[in-house]
């Protein structure tokens, strides 16, 4: 199985916090998170080189969302804080082995099935 595996979602009130993990089980350049809610196109949260290097965030969750670095290569998490009902969507972890590490979800070979994110009023 090369797809990555995502866990940690769930249900949260307006203001609060959810860890999502993301674990590769092969060697992989670049791992990134996206999310896509009913009726919206997939979008780009954050993105991070497995190994090391910089992080990037999508304008919409910048200074809320953080990412770090697992002990274990290729594990990846998506620290999401002050959660909004915005936030509400199916979360997918994508890896990219030798690309670019963009947020073009095209540039993603591998996807995870998904971890669903509710965030109530």
């Known amino acids: 199985q090369v797809q990555p595996v995502e866990s940690g979602g769930g249900s949260v009130q307006a203001g609060g916090s959810l860890i999502l993990s993301c674990i590769a089980s092969n060697d992989t350049r670049c791992m990134g998170w996206f999310r896509q809610a009913p009726g919206k196109e997939r979008e780009g949260v954050a993105r991070i080189y497995s190994r090391s290097g910089p992080k990037y965030y999508a304008d919409l969750v910048k200074g809320r969302f953080t990412l770090s670095r697992g002990a274990a290569q290729n594990t990846v998490y998506l620290h999401m804080n002050d959660l909004k009902p915005d936030d509400t969507a199916m979360y997918y972890c994508?890896?990219?082995?030798?690309?670019?590490?963009?947020?073009?979800?095209?540039?993603?070979?591998?996807w995870g099935q998904g971890t669903q994110v509710t965030v109530s009023s």
């Open positions: 994508a890896t990219d082995p030798t690309g670019p590490c963009t947020w073009d979800p095209r540039t993603y070979a591998y």
